[in-house]
């Protein structure tokens, strides 16, 4: 079956550094990839997705590549505020909107 | 963006009692919501598919006759958590599919945090 997997956290970053979270699948066939992002006391928010082998998604400074090669869709933010700390899920789909989860990076950033 | 809201939000019950969650979608119509729960430090597990007017289809491994789904209204589905037990203490959230504007993209509600005592 599907599955994510993305690196541990809790990350804690302070202002302006670079941020990675690495996330790499198992799936069949060509799922779509997602990143969403969960602010304190708020529902998840899509941040960002790609569809294909190749596709860069991008939102809010914030990107990732579908790599099909090494079934990986990192996430990746060359400077961070304090107001990027969430928890952040990458997910996979086959467009039938059944999302498989990673379990999710806590990332806190410091002033 | 499309906004889905989920009551309550924390609840503890009893054991033996049974809880029921609402998820709605406020501003939109949705003819589909997932129901998922998480647990501690892990991912969301998908548990159920809910369709409005129709029967929710249940992932393997999950007891239709435990959590019960109702897809009444385009803008209601919800969870009850039957003759809860501990084990069942869990984060439970819901999205919904989206339409119109936002066809194809899911919402997601805050939440609802169930302590089995």
């Known amino acids: 079956g599907d599955s994510v997997t993305q690196m541990e956290g809790p990350v804690t970053l302070s202002e302006e550094a670079f941020l990675t979270i690495n996330c790499t699948y198992t799936?069949?066939?060509?799922?779509?990839l997602f990143w969403y992002v969960q602010y304190p006391g708020e529902g998840l928010q899509l941040l960002l997705k790609?569809?294909?082998?190749?596709d860069k998604g991008s939102n809010k400074g914030f990107e990732a590549t579908y790599r099909k090669e090494t079934t990986s869709f990192h996430l990746e933010k060359g400077s961070v505020q304090v107001s990027d700390s969430a928890v952040y899920f990458c997910?996979?789909?086959?467009?039938?909107?059944?999302?498989?989860f990673g379990a999710g990076t806590t990332v806190t950033v410091r002033a | 963006g499309a906004v889905v809201s989920q009551h309550p939000s924390w609840v503890i019950c009893k054991s033996g009692t049974s809880v029921k969650i609402e998820c709605r979608s406020l501003?939109?119509?949705?003819?589909?919501m997932f129901w998922y729960r998480q647990f501690p430090k892990q991912s969301l597990m998908l548990m159920a598919t809910?369709?409005?007017?129709?029967?929710?289809?249940?992932e393997q491994g999950v007891e239709k006759d435990k959590f019960l789904i109702n897809h009444a209204s385009l803008t209601l589905s919800t969870l009850t958590v039957t003759s809860a037990h501990p084990e069942d203490s869990s984060f439970y959230i819901c999205?919904?599919?989206?339409?119109?504007?936002?066809?194809?993209?899911?919402?997601f509600g805050e939440g609802s945090r169930l302590t089995v005592l």
């Open positions: 999205s919904a599919q989206g339409g119109g504007a936002n066809t194809g993209e899911l919402f």
């Open positions: 799936a069949t066939g060509y799922p779509s």
């Open positions: 790609a569809t294909k082998a190749d």
């Open positions: 997910a996979l789909s086959h467009n039938d909107y059944k999302l498989s």
């Open positions: 501003d939109f119509q949705a003819t589909t």
């Open positions: 809910s369709n409005e007017g129709s029967k929710a289809t249940y």
